[in-house]
Each structure stands twice: as structure tokens, then as C-alpha cells.
């Protein structure tokens, strides 16, 4: 059995044995709960994605976007378009340069 103490903070430390058997990582969310006295805590895990979904999803949005009558802009006509929009002192627009 392992044991931790609260801190003044209100803090638990959690083993690290513990931490990797269940592959918990910094930065990892729990779901908090009361059970018979005891407290519970359940890592709560990001959601599996259906990858047929977020194709059909994405296929659908190309669909929505393609213009045939669009005419492509080239990388400098749409960097000018950026500095016309944001301003020529934005930093953002430096591309790492002073």
C-alpha cells in the first residue's frame, strides 16, 4: 500500500509508482468523488476519435471550401495581404528577425 499526506496547499503527491503504472502525466485531469467515505480520484482520459468520422467530416468541409473559380494567390501575394491586414510593425510578420 502507498500513502501520501495533504500539504497546506491542499496538495496530494501522487506515487511515482503509481503515476507510471497508470501512465499518469503532468498535466493529467482528475474527476473527484466521494464513495462510502472514501475519496475517489478517476483520471479522466481524452476520448477516443472515430477516424471514419473526422475524414468524413474533413471531406465534407474540402467540399464546402473548393471554389472553381477561385483564383490561387502565391505566398508573397498573400504575405502582403497579412502586412495589409495586421499592419508592417506587427512582429509576428518578422519570420525570426529582429
Request: charged content about 25%; overall charge negative.
Amino acid at each position: 500500500m502507498h500513502t501520501a499526506s495533504l500539504s497546506s496547499k491542499g496538495q496530494i503527491v501522487i506515487p511515482k509508482a503509481l503515476r507510471n503504472e497508470l501512465n499518469l502525466l503532468p498535466g493529467t485531469r482528475f474527476a473527484l468523488s466521494v464513495d462510502a467515505g472514501r475519496l475517489v480520484l478517476e483520471p479522466l482520459r481524452e476520448p477516443e476519435f472515430d477516424l471514419d468520422a473526422i475524414h468524413a467530416a474533413v471531406d465534407q468541409l474540402a467540399g464546402c471550401l473548393y471554389r472553381p473559380d477561385a483564383v490561387p494567390t502565391s505566398a508573397p501575394e498573400d504575405e502582403a495581404a497579412i502586412v495589409a491586414l495586421l499592419g508592417s510593425e506587427d512582429r509576428r510578420l518578422g519570420r525570426g528577425q529582429p
